[in-house]
């Protein structure tokens, strides 16, 4: 059983530069969300998407963000012109389908962690 | 406004003793409250889940959570904490397309 992969695990960049980060959610899950994790914090939501269309995005997406998932399969977040701000560990979850009573369990990838010096 | 509390930053058991970690929470509507594990390294793991009927639940682990509607609670539980069970636990709540977590209670396991 494969479960939510992101890549990378690590970035290290410097202010100004672009970073993306990719997110593979379970094969057969059609919903797939990011979240933020900041030291010290529980997980924040950012943005959500089923199948590709992308269907809410939190105020702390900023203009500077952006996610896709354009097959519906994998999914990406780019992060343009990084702030020291932007420091945190990235988190992809996916969802299956719902069937019948919507359950809300998400299954977590391990995290993307961008420093920015 | 919708937010959960953990109210305990930092805990410290000794292995084979009993854990009760706590959490409360404000929500309008009926909430799915749910209880993740974080280990170093390793991403968010379900404990377990509460949506209706039998306000004790049982999770992985050997972990259980009570609801408690008029304490705005979900209180997380176990009997005989082990020294695997040191982490990083957060309640949530919300429903499926967006979860409000608590700011966490990192668990530290003495010998």
């Known amino acids: 059983d494969t479960g939510v992969s992101q890549n990378p695990r690590h970035k290290i960049t410097k202010r100004g530069q672009n970073v993306t980060f990719r997110c593979d959610p379970i094969?057969?899950?059609?919903?797939l969300y990011w979240y933020r994790q900041t030291l010290g914090q529980g997980p924040e939501f950012l943005t959500y998407?089923?199948?590709?269309?992308?269907?809410?995005k939190s105020r702390l997406l900023s203009d500077r963000f952006s996610a896709e998932r354009p097959k519906g399969s994998f999914s990406t977040l780019e992060i343009q012109r990084t702030e020291q701000g932007d420091s945190a560990m990235y988190l992809c979850?996916?969802?299956?389908?719902?069937?019948?009573?919507?359950?809300?369990?998400?299954?977590f990838g391990e995290g993307s962690r961008l420093t920015v010096l | 406004a919708q937010s959960v509390t953990q109210p305990d930053i930092h805990i410290t058991v000794s292995e084979g003793a009993s854990l009760e970690l706590r959490c409360n929470y404000s929500?309008?509507?009926?909430?799915?409250l749910f209880w993740y594990v974080q280990s170093p390294g390793q991403g968010l793991q379900l404990l377990l889940k509460?949506?209706?009927?039998?306000?004790l639940v049982q999770g992985i682990k050997g972990f259980e959570a009570e609801f408690k509607r008029s304490q705005s609670s979900f209180n997380l539980r176990k009997p005989s904490v082990h020294w695997s069970d040191a982490a990083e636990y957060f309640c949530?709540?919300?429903?499926?397309?967006?979860?409000?977590f608590g700011t966490g209670t990192r668990l530290q396991v003495f010998p």
């Open positions: 998407f089923q199948n590709e269309a992308q269907l809410e």
């Open positions: 949530a709540v919300g429903r499926a397309d967006k979860l409000i």
């Open positions: 509460y949506f209706s009927g039998d306000t």
């Open positions: 979850a996916s969802s299956p389908p719902r069937v019948g009573a919507d359950t809300g369990e998400l299954f």
């Open positions: 094969s057969e899950h059609n919903r």
């Open positions: 929500y309008g509507a009926t909430p799915y």
